[in-house]
């Protein structure tokens, strides 16, 4: 049993970390697509960036975050700890974060984003501080 606890464990930091990758990037490549031209090259290919990073990492690593936490905390016996309950609670605000991010992307491909660069600099962040909180939970388990 102590062999699975550690194997969930490892897939869910692997699959969190992959998630995390594309929570950040997203965002980024968005300031730079709202400084692209409508119809350009540059836009098109931003669009493909856009959705594959999406559809091809950030949604199966959320998917598989989800899973591997979800197995992780049952072995644990901790799915009424309030540091894991604090934890959940922040976990959810990033797949909505996630979500919408995903909500961004279908604008993008039909070229209506409404969205200024400042405000995807400022969503950016977002993660970071959902991050920090979610680590400070799981070191310190107050």
């Known amino acids: 049993m102590a062999d699975l606890y550690l194997w969930m464990k490892t897939l869910h930091i692997v699959s969190v970390i992959a998630w995390m990758a594309g929570l950040f ?16 090259e540059m836009s098109e290919t931003f669009k ?23 197995i992780t ?23 909505v974060f996630h979500v919408r991010l995903s909500w961004h992307v279908r604008r993008f491909a039909e070229d209506n984003n409404k969205h200024s660069e400042r405000y995807f600099r400022i969503i950016n962040e977002v993660p970071t501080v959902l991050m920090i909180g979610i680590v400070i939970l799981v070191i310190f388990k107050p």
């Open 25 to 40: 990037y997203l965002p980024r490549l968005f300031v730079y697509h709202t400084g692209a031209e409508v119809g350009s």
């Open 73 to 95: 905390v049952y072995l644990l016996h901790a799915y009424l700890d309030l540091w894991f309950l604090l934890k959940l609670s922040l976990v959810l605000l990033m797949t």
């Open 48 to 70: 493909v960036m856009e959705r594959r990073l999406l559809k091809a990492i950030m949604g199966p690593a959320m998917h598989a975050s989800w899973v591997f936490g979800s």
